[in-house]
């Protein structure tokens, strides 16, 4: 296992809390409504911008991310994965829409709360491992 300094960990996190943070208050914005035109083609993009930025801290990061400095899991790094996984489905499925067609409503609604629901877990663990 490669050890990683405090500094680089709690950077890390801070990184990853901001990200996550955006995504959080970006998917809280933009409620699914029954009936109301839902502005997808607005929302992948800031969501994309974050997705990298997610991926970069992981690509930048030099330890593991699944287990914390004296081996034991770290959730984390499972969260991130789940979080950064709901946001590769938002930007494949929904890629190309203005709107998103009622037969998949249900199942938007779903993945969004889904997302939403990750990011906000995110958000607070990797802040308060930045602290």
Request: hydrophobic letters at 45%; glycine letters at 8%; a neutral charge.
């Amino acid at each position: 296992m490669i050890p990683v300094p405090d500094e680089d960990r709690r950077r890390f996190a801070a990184d990853v809390a901001e990200n996550a943070g955006a995504v959080a208050e970006l998917l809280g914005a933009y409620q699914l409504r029954s009936g109301a035109p839902f502005p997808v083609a607005e929302l992948l993009p800031p969501l994309t911008v974050r997705h990298r930025a997610l991926q970069a801290a992981v690509d930048g990061y030099p330890g593991p991310l699944s287990v914390d400095p004296t081996g034991r899991p770290e959730p984390l790094g499972q969260e991130l994965a789940g979080l950064m996984s709901w946001l590769q489905l938002l930007q494949v499925v929904y890629r190309g829409l203005d709107d998103i067609p009622e037969p998949l409503r249900v199942s938007a609604g779903r993945s969004l709360s889904a997302a939403h629901l990750a990011a906000r877990r995110v958000r607070d663990r990797a802040r308060r491992l930045a602290a």
